[in-house]
């Protein structure tokens, strides 16, 4: 008879080895590790074992949500002090919706660490984009709870501030917008755009269109409309200011 008990001592001793080895590869120590597994236990894990006092991670899920938005708000606000807050709004939806916090999830190997119910796991839970960016929120939440704003900053600052840096989600963002607030901060220039040349059939045109600073040339860009053609010239131009800069 004492067979379950040897399985689930083991089990146990497994899923702390886990938690450590998480802990030291994230060089985060949380204070109460209770926190820290709660972020990775699915409700279907808690479902199966209801006589231990195990709790899921969706009230931690609902915090971190919240933790997150202020924290990516606040670093967007003060990345760029000139863009509109609909441009914030799109940049942060980008940065926090379901598809990014599966990356940011998935580079830090979150899966392997989710408890499961036996269910959950044999239909490829671990694998799941909703139990995946569930989780990643989970784990910022507890982050708060345990150590507050300043452990949850420096966490971001490895995993999710770079990422904006580099571009990531540039896809959401306005190029124009960018440039605009990039000469303001480096040289107070005036930025023209003119479109050079117009070609093709009415229902197939191109555009192409030029952005100059203080009359010099930074870019050249080519669209299917006027639009796209200066933001591409503006794209051009912001890669081309940032190297002369660097």
Not at 2 to 21: G, T
Not at 138 to 157: R, Y
Not at 170 to 176: A, F, L, T
Not at 178 to 191: A, H, I, N, S, W
Request: hydrophobic share 35%; net charge neutral; aromatic share 8%.
């Amino acid at each position: 008879m004492k067979k379950p008990h040897r399985e689930h001592k083991k089990h146990v001793n497994k899923r702390e080895q886990l938690f450590k080895q998480l802990q030291s590869e994230l060089d985060i120590q949380f204070q109460n590790e209770k926190l820290l597994k709660n972020a990775f236990t699915h409700s279907s894990y808690v479902n199966e074992h209801r006589k231990k006092p195990y709790e899921d991670n969706e009230r931690l899920e609902f915090l971190g949500d919240a933790v997150l938005e202020l924290t990516v708000s606040h670093y967007l606000y003060k990345k760029y002090p000139l863009m509109s807050e609909g441009d914030l709004t799109k940049l942060r939806a980008a940065v926090v919706c379901e598809p990014s916090l599966v990356t940011f999830a998935n580079e830090l190997n979150f899966g392997q660490y989710v408890l499961l119910g036996k269910g959950e796991e044999l239909t490829g839970g671990r694998m799941r984009p909703a139990l995946l960016a569930d989780v990643f929120e989970a784990f910022v939440g507890a982050l708060f709870l345990d150590q507050e704003m300043e452990a949850v900053l420096s966490f971001l600052e490895k995993v999710v501030f770079p990422k904006i840096d580099s571009g990531a989600f540039s896809h959401m963002m306005d190029y124009k917008s960018q440039l605009q607030e990039y000469v303001q901060r480096q040289t107070k220039g005036l930025l023209e755009y003119d479109i050079l040349q117009e070609k093709g059939p009415a229902h197939s045109k191109e555009f192409i269109s030029q952005v100059s600073l203080n009359g010099e040339v930074l870019g050249k860009g080519k669209g299917k409309s006027k639009k796209e053609a200066e933001q591409l010239a503006a794209q051009m131009a912001l890669a081309a200011l940032k190297q002369h800069n660097e």
